[in-house]
């Protein structure tokens, strides 16, 4: 596993988050003006973390709607993929999210992204239901999954803040 550094996002990513998500086929699409909306002053609590390994190689987002956050979107530069960048990611928003008492993380992917799912199943995500012909180009099915921080044997009772 690579070990890299994680930090916060700012509005001066953006540029670098958009040109990763786009070389990026297995990560949520949005555009610019999406990006841009993440760090507007009126916009819903979100987390964005990057990794960083020399340039910006990954990121993630997600949304603290509440006790529920949503992880929105994950993405790894397909050069530095299947070097533990997504976990160290995941697991950082695990850990903030604890910090900030969330009590679940949901999430839904794509169920022919197989490594994602592997990612989110080994950082203690459990399979939640299904949505039938969710995604389309192509049309796909996406898997539900959720994080359940009083229920995962990954983050024990006592490392609650």
């Known amino acids: ?41 009126d916009a819903p609590p979100r987390l964005t973390l990057v990794v960083e390994n020399g340039q910006l190689s990954g990121f993630l987002v997600a949304q603290a709607a509440g006790p529920e956050w949503e992880l929105e979107n994950v993405a790894v530069a397909p050069a530095a993929q ?3 960048l997504g976990t160290q990611l995941v697991r950082a928003l695990l850990q903030e999210a604890n910090r900030q008492h969330a009590v679940a993380i949901l999430l839904e992917v794509r169920a022919s992204n197989t490594a994602a ?5 080994g950082c203690g995500f459990v399979l939640a ?10 049309q796909e099915d996406a898997i539900l999954y959720r994080y359940s921080f009083n229920e995962s044997p990954q983050m024990h009772s006592e490392e609650r803040v």
Do not use: C, K
Request: glycine share 4%; hydrophobic share 30%.
């Open 129 to 138: 239901g299904t949505r039938s012909r969710y995604y389309q180009n192509p």
């Open 1 to 41: 596993m690579t070990e890299a550094a994680i930090r916060r996002a700012t509005p001066e990513d953006i540029h670098a988050l958009v040109q990763l998500e786009q070389a990026t086929s297995t990560a949520a699409h949005w555009s610019r003006s999406q990006y841009e909306a993440i760090f507007q002053a």
């Open 82 to 84: 299947r070097r533990g």
């Open 117 to 121: 799912r592997r990612l989110y199943e």
